[in-house]
């Protein structure tokens, strides 16, 4: 029978069963389960029931960071440029899904329309923003020194590495952008630990980072307790700093206490108003800088 | 190449004078404490039991443990090591300082990976004739200052400081000054 003969419009109408996604974790471009299998219950701001997510431990934690170790060779070796052009994609993934992310913001956030329109759209334009620097920090966050002898210096700011971010809880996107983009634009992997009320959100951006061809590992998202993931992160020796944006107080003191077994650098900012402008301290608190030296002479 | 380089080494070595630290003349000084003297002897023994092999100019005990060196402080010989490897403690572990340890190499980007295997990264050295190589690992060696054919040199205007577990910071320069300051949008540009 052909497929113009089916009688498809005069079928009843019969009742459907919609696809009630259990959310992943992010690691290594992959979207796995977590280790335990385990899940939790996302709800939004209103008690509605949104979806389950991946309840991430220990070894999710571990794999993320083998995975943003891996990237990150390739990620930080990339000319300034090549990095810009990935990070801009995934501006436009996002602005290409701005309906889908307005929609998730409203439900996690119970907040309307338009301000759900607006912080995507602050999202994206804070994302590119970022983005724009990838290919002139080298030149703003270096110099040339003065040396008093037949030398030539260069300081050269280069990624510090795998960097453990936790995202803040009172932002859903545009927090999460603010905290993720400083850290890769220059060089960096990150694991990311979505914040325990807006877990959708960062898989969404994972989700984005994906259909973007962000290098594989170069992002990755871990979603569950924070207080369950992060200690892991902050004590991991392959861990070289750790963002603690999304811990309280005495977490946050627990974790750079943590942080110091091997020298982690650990970035504290005073708590931010996320619609200001970002300033230039998020950048640049996850560099290192590399001075090389040249013997001047005939 | 190596073994022209070793023997080099073994004969500027030899020259080393020990002496106090506040001698003009002094090439070396003694180790800063007991604890340090022990963890330096420690490893030394471990790299012998690993493989490599030890070589010192001449032994500098002080005359009260039977050696002719000077008469007060914890004293270890300059020692070289040859034949060392990434897997051997020595070539992990941060020692500082008298202990040289070499390895030969046969590609570039063997020095890269091996050079980046620790936990360390404070600085680095590159020495060869060729332009192109020194830029490319410069570029390469996670270290806070790469010297190319020169070492050890400082100045007050050129940042100093390390990558990992070699340091917070720089000192020196722009970006040392930086911690010293905290000017509102002094960061912005």
């Given at each position: 029978?052909?497929?113009?003969?089916?009688?498809?419009?005069?079928?009843?109408?019969?009742?459907?069963?919609?696809?009630?996604?259990?959310?992943?974790?992010?690691?290594?471009?992959?979207?796995?389960?977590?280790?335990?299998?385990?899940?939790?219950?996302?709800?939004?701001?209103?008690?509605?029931?949104?979806?389950?997510?991946?309840?991430?431990?220990?070894?999710?934690?571990?794999?993320?960071?083998?995975?943003?170790?891996?990237?990150?060779?390739?990620?930080?070796?990339?000319?300034?440029?090549?990095?810009?052009?990935?990070?801009?994609?995934?501006?436009?993934?996002?602005?290409?899904?701005?309906?889908?992310?307005?929609?998730?913001?409203?439900?996690?956030?119970?907040?309307?329309?338009?301000?759900?329109?607006?912080?995507?759209?602050?999202?994206?334009?804070?994302?590119?923003?970022?983005?724009?620097?990838?290919?002139?920090?080298?030149?703003?966050?270096?110099?040339?020194?003065?040396?008093?002898?037949?030398?030539?210096?260069?300081?050269?700011?280069e990624p510090v590495g795998v960097t453990a971010v936790l995202a803040p809880p009172d932002s859903a996107l545009l927090g999460l952008v603010s905290v993720l983009a400083p850290v890769i634009v220059s060089g960096n992997t990150a694991v990311l630990v979505a914040s325990e009320r807006y877990p959708l959100l960062a898989i969404a951006l994972a989700e984005a980072a994906a259909a973007a061809r962000l290098p594989a590992g170069v992002v990755n998202v871990l979603t569950g307790e924070v207080a369950e993931i992060s200690p892991w992160l902050a004590a991991h020796q392959e861990v070289n700093a750790i963002d603690v944006a999304g811990a309280s107080g005495p977490l946050a003191d627990d974790l750079a206490v943590a942080a110091a077994g091997n020298l982690k650098r650990v970035v504290r900012l005073p708590v931010a108003d996320w619609t200001a402008e970002p300033g230039l301290d998020r950048m640049f608190a996850t560099l290192e800088t590399k001075t090389i030296w040249h013997p001047l002479g005939r | 190449m190596h073994d022209e380089l070793v023997a080099a080494i073994r004969q500027r070595m030899s020259e080393l004078r020990p002496g106090h630290p506040l001698d003009e003349a002094t090439d070396v000084g003694a180790v800063i404490s007991r604890g340090q003297l022990d963890k330096i002897s420690e490893l030394a023994a471990s790299a012998e039991a690993e493989g490599a092999q030890r070589w010192s100019p001449s032994p500098w005990a002080p005359p009260s443990l039977g050696g002719p060196g000077p008469e007060r402080g914890f004293w270890f010989p300059p020692t070289m090591f040859t034949g060392v490897s990434e897997e051997q403690r020595i070539a992990r572990d941060e020692l500082c300082w008298p202990v040289l340890t070499v390895s030969s190499f046969a590609t570039p980007d063997e020095v890269a990976g091996r050079t980046n295997s620790t936990r360390y990264g404070l600085s680095a050295g590159v020495w060869t004739r060729q332009g192109a190589l020194s830029e490319w690992l410069a570029a390469r060696l996670r270290a806070g200052v790469v010297w190319v054919n020169s070492f050890g040199l400082l100045d007050p205007a050129v940042p100093f400081g390390g990558y990992q577990e070699s340091g917070l910071g720089r000192e020196g320069g722009r970006h040392g000054l930086e911690a010293y300051l905290d000017l509102p949008g002094s960061l912005d540009v």
């Open positions: 029978m052909s497929e113009l003969a089916r009688p498809a419009l005069s079928r009843p109408p019969r009742a459907r069963a919609a696809p009630r996604t259990t959310y992943r974790l992010y690691i290594g471009g992959e979207f796995p389960r977590a280790v335990s299998g385990r899940t939790f219950e996302v709800h939004g701001a209103d008690g509605t029931f949104l979806a389950s997510a991946a309840l991430a431990a220990g070894r999710d934690a571990r794999d993320a960071v083998t995975a943003a170790r891996a990237a990150f060779p390739a990620w930080s070796r990339a000319a300034g440029y090549e990095r810009g052009q990935a990070l801009y994609r995934v501006a436009e993934v996002i602005d290409d899904h701005r309906a889908q992310f307005a929609l998730q913001l409203r439900r996690a956030a119970a907040c309307a329309p338009d301000v759900a329109y607006a912080e995507v759209d602050a999202a994206v334009d804070r994302w590119t923003w970022y983005a724009g620097w990838a290919d002139k920090l080298t030149q703003v966050r270096g110099a040339v020194n003065p040396v008093a002898g037949p030398y030539g210096t260069v300081s050269l700011p | -």
